[in-house]
């Protein structure tokens, strides 16, 4: 079974940093972009940055300058280190990817989900 698991969130003061991996598992035959959203309460789920499988990175503007994302396709990993955090940072984080599978027998590209990790930046 193919899947996405995050790790890595907890509670840090302000100014404070994290590091939240994703771990890809199962019958993988290909990943494209891998993503990290995130969903403060009562608001919708937000993308917070992109890369894509050549490396090619892209943030939100609330995050530039603080946060990296990174992957290690060897791994199938990535990995999202926040720096610098804000109490508006606080979330729950999610990692997305589109992964080459196979599912009732059938080969193809589909989008994945974890379940997500708890942020919580306060004092």
């Known amino acids: 079974q193919v899947q996405l698991v995050e790790s890595g969130g907890g509670l840090v003061q302000p100014g404070g940093s994290l590091r939240l991996s994703c771990a890809a598992s199962g019958s993988i035959f290909g990943i494209r972009a891998m993503n990290w959203y995130r969903q403060a309460p009562g608001k919708q789920r937000e993308l917070v940055a992109t890369i894509t499988s050549g490396g090619s990175t892209n943030y939100a503007d609330s995050v530039k300058g603080r946060f990296t994302i990174s992957r290690d396709n060897a791994e199938n990993t990535v990995y999202l280190q926040m720096n610098s955090l804000k109490p508006e940072d606080t979330g729950v984080y999610y990692c997305?990817?589109?992964?080459?599978?196979?599912?009732?027998?059938?080969?193809?590209?589909?989008?994945?989900w974890g379940r997500g990790t708890q942020v919580t930046v306060s004092s």
């Open positions: 997305n990817a589109d992964m080459r599978t196979v599912e009732l027998g059938s080969i193809g590209w589909r989008d994945y």
